[in-house]
């Protein structure tokens, strides 16, 4: 197994990992009722997806 000579500074060990950060929801708005939802789910808000109605609306 391969080991390293020298030790990494911690620079290079964070710029190495600077990639590693999380990335923001991606949301789109509902094209029913206009409420952010994530994309490919049925709108909390409305109960729709993809012009139909998928779950009951509370209310």
Do not use: D, F, W
Not at 30 to 35: A, I, L, M, T, V
Request: aromatic share 2%; glycine share 6%; proline share 8%.
């Amino acid at each position: 197994m391969a080991v390293p000579r020298n030790r990494h500074s911690n620079a290079r060990k964070n710029s190495k990992r600077s990639h590693h950060a999380k990335k923001p929801k991606c949301l789109s708005a509902c094209s029913e009722c206009g409420k952010l939802k994530m994309p490919h789910t049925a709108c909390p808000a409305c109960g729709k997806y993809a012009g139909r109605q998928i779950t009951p609306v509370a209310t």
